[in-house]
């Protein structure tokens, strides 16, 4: 049995910061291509893979690592919210 999520799949999520940068494109295949980093400084583009574990929370990992768990993801219209290390985070849905 597969489980969905709210995260969309082939579109690119953008942290809503005014001093980071967070940038994510969930594939199909479970894969993650993100850039985070420092506006203004250093930023890395990472590949990670994500996995489900609810409809309202996933994973993402490194190798055998897990990097970030997401919970109480909320899409509404074109942002998602999400609750990531305590704290809640926003971002933008773009295709």
């Known amino acids: 049995m597969s489980m ?3 995260v969309p799949a082939d579109c690119t999520l ?3 910061s005014e001093t980071a940068v967070g940038q994510y494109r969930f594939g199909p295949d479970g ?3 993100v850039t ?3 506006k203004d400084g250093p930023v890395c583009a990472p590949a990670w893979v ?3 574990v609810s409809d ?3 994973e993402l990992w490194r190798e055998e690592e897990r990097l970030e768990l997401w919970t109480e993801i909320q899409r509404v219209d074109d942002t998602l919210h ?3 290390r305590g704290s809640r985070l ?3 849905i773009s295709p």
Do not use: A
């Open 4 to 6: 969905t999520t709210v």
């Open 14 to 16: 953008e942290l809503v």
């Open 31 to 33: 894969s993650v291509s």
């Open 36 to 38: 985070i980093g420092m």
């Open 50 to 52: 994500y996995r489900v």
């Open 56 to 58: 309202t929370s996933i």
């Open 82 to 84: 999400v609750t990531c």
């Open 90 to 92: 926003t971002f933008r």
